[in-house]
């Protein structure tokens, strides 16, 4: 099955920085990929998804951006953060038969924007 | 937009008790799911119920789904202090769009704690 690795575990960022959080994923090939993030104590809500290499789709208008350069990479990524990025996100990949529709999420990044 | 809203919010019970957790959704869907999130980690799928099933069992989890009332239940029998976590349904729309890539949209989440 597939295992999703997501870095780093934490991340403190002051506001107008920089961001990139990479996810990469082993065990399948040409994967459906997404990233989600939640606010805390809330649902999740779906910010990109990916079809394959270098087709992104975004869910919401943010101060964000992804892409996947490669097969079984997905990035994160913004050029000034704002405080309201702050949050945890999660790279999920699809699953494979028998559940095919079924997701699988890495550890997550709870990044803190102050 | 939430697709799914879990009720109840939280709920505590004792081990070895049955825990229900319930979920609403508002559009048709193919297939819903429910996972599993421990505090801080990521999310575990659980079970899939597709829309032409009522009833599906996976151990101790038993998931109802009722199309006509848009709703679905969470049953877990003889709870134990390690299904202490938050639990989130998800639904996948009947609409698939092109590109789509069955996009997953999850409920605001139950967090249950199972005490000793």
């Known amino acids: 099955s597939q295992t999703i690795h997501q870095w780093p575990a934490t991340l403190v960022q002051p506001v107008g920085s920089p961001l990139s959080l990479e996810c990469t994923v082993e065990g399948t090939s040409n994967p459906n990929l997404y990233w989600y993030r939640q606010a805390a104590g809330r649902g999740l809500q779906l910010l990109f998804y990916s079809v394959g290499i270098g087709q992104i789709s975004s869910e919401v208008p943010q101060n964000l951006s992804a892409s996947r350069p490669q097969d079984r990479q997905f990035i994160l990524s913004s050029k000034k953060l704002l405080l309201s990025d702050s949050g945890f996100y999660l790279c999920a990949c699809k699953g494979d038969q028998p559940i095919w529709e079924k997701l699988f999420f890495g550890s997550g990044t709870q990044l803190s924007v102050l | 937009s939430q697709q799914g809203e879990e009720d109840p919010q939280a709920l505590s019970i004792q081990e070895g008790e049955n825990a229900t957790m319930n979920c609403s959704y508002k559009t048709s869907i193919n297939n819903l799911q429910w996972y599993r999130q421990n505090s801080g980690r990521g999310l575990v799928h659980l079970i899939l119920?597709?829309?032409?099933?009522r009833e599906k069992h996976s151990g101790r989890l038993r998931v109802t789904l009722d199309t006509s009332k848009k709703s679905s239940s969470l049953l877990i029998t003889a709870s134990r202090a390690a299904d202490t976590a938050s639990y989130f349904c998800?639904?996948?729309?009947?609409?698939?769009?092109?590109?789509?890539?069955?996009?997953?949209?999850f409920g605001t989440g139950t967090q249950l704690k199972v005490e000793l």
């Open positions: 119920i597709r829309s032409n099933e």
């Open positions: 998800a639904t996948a729309a009947l609409t698939i769009l092109t590109g789509g890539g069955n996009k997953l949209t």
